[in-house]
């Protein structure tokens, strides 16, 4: 990691390590996040067509650039794909209808959403999407639609998201590009040690999702274990007089690797973008092997159940599912 709180992806482009998160944040909350995130000093924005609320961040982008206290080269913008758009001649379509909705001429990174792929839809309708899905199209076809925009200067990166090994395998045998990053959920929960020893092989850095458990998922059981209730991370929260959340973030940084958070709330939107400062506090080696060796609880968040019949479903092998 360099000093300014980034690190170089193996197309020699620097990106941020830690970047907002734009899931499940409602319209009319956007335009405020987005102020306080930058104001705080975010720089990396982590969006998705999925989430619903891309026109209302572009919107929000272009009030802050008008401000003149930042431009757009001074963001790290990511975007995703969809299932629905996985046909190579979708690929680009979607693109430039995510990057005229953000607002943001290019894509700092694209990522496929997720490996398998869905019915395909109208791409300007995201309130009713379909999602049956079509094993008939191959990722291979959408990773070659995807390095096609870095030749045409659409997106300055690509990469995966949800993938697992042997998945990013086939991607490795036929790319012209290999892929920067896959972004997964990581936490003590679902450390994905053995994706990450992987990953480093191959020189593709590992993102973070979920660093916090997803509190909030609407999908939520009853007997769900949550990490922010953790006694080995509250104790050690407590050591360092931080909020459990911090040391999540730290273990996710100290790792060196990306970490997406999100936050509607202004104060903590500041706190989680204080725990990227070394300055600020650092878990010490006992206490992150306490985390990272001794937490035996194995349980994913975002298992997306209902897919499971999909060929390309990326969690069917028990080592997918408990790293």
């Known amino acids: 990691m360099s000093s ?3 690190i170089l992806m193996n197309n020699k482009i ?6 907002l998160g734009t899931y499940d944040i409602a319209k009319e909350e956007i335009s405020n996040v987005i102020e306080s995130a930058l104001s705080v000093g975010y720089r990396h924005i982590d969006c998705a067509w999925l989430y619903g609320n891309e026109k209302e961040i572009g919107a929000s982008l272009s009030q802050q650039f ?5 431009k757009r080269s001074d963001l790290f913008i990511t975007g995703k794909l969809w299932c629905s758009f996985h046909k190579f001649e979708r690929v680009r379509q979607q693109c430039v209808i995510t990057i005229n909705d953000l607002q943001c001429q290019y894509l700092d990174l694209f990522l496929i959403h997720w490996p398998f792929a869905f019915v395909d ?16 199209i191959d990722f291979i076809e959408t990773w070659r639609a995807m390095e096609v925009l870095v030749d045409e200067g659409l997106v300055k990166s690509i990469g995966l998201s949800n993938f697992n090994e042997e998945q990013i395998e086939r991607i490795l045998q036929i790319c012209k590009y290999k892929p920067v990053v896959n972004q997964v959920e990581i936490h003590p929960y679902c450390p994905q040690i053995q994706l990450e020893i992987f990953c480093k092989i191959h020189q593709i850095l590992l993102e973070a999702y979920a660093p916090l458990g997803a509190n909030n998922r609407q999908w939520k059981k009853e007997n769900d274990p949550e990490i922010l209730e953790d006694k080995t991370i509250k104790s050690i929260a407590d050591k360092y007089n931080v909020h459990p959340a911090a040391i999540l973030l730290r273990y996710i940084i100290d790792r060196n690797l990306v970490c997406v958070v999100k936050s ?4 903590r939107i500041e706190q989680n973008f204080q725990c990227i400062n070394q300055n600020h506090f650092q878990l010490d080696e006992e206490d992150f092997n306490k985390i990272h060796n001794d937490i035996q609880i194995r349980f994913r968040y975002h ?20 790293p």
């Open 4 to 6: 300014s709180g980034s």
């Open 121 to 136: 839809h109208d791409p300007q309708n995201n309130e009713e999407h379909q999602s049956n899905v079509d094993d008939e």
């Open 264 to 267: 509607a709330n202004y104060q």
């Open 303 to 322: 298992q997306v159940e209902e897919k499971k019949y999909a060929k390309e479903y990326p969690f069917k092998q028990w080592k997918d599912f408990i």
């Open 14 to 19: 620097e990106i941020p390590q830690l970047a």
């Open 66 to 70: 008008q401000k003149n206290e930042i």
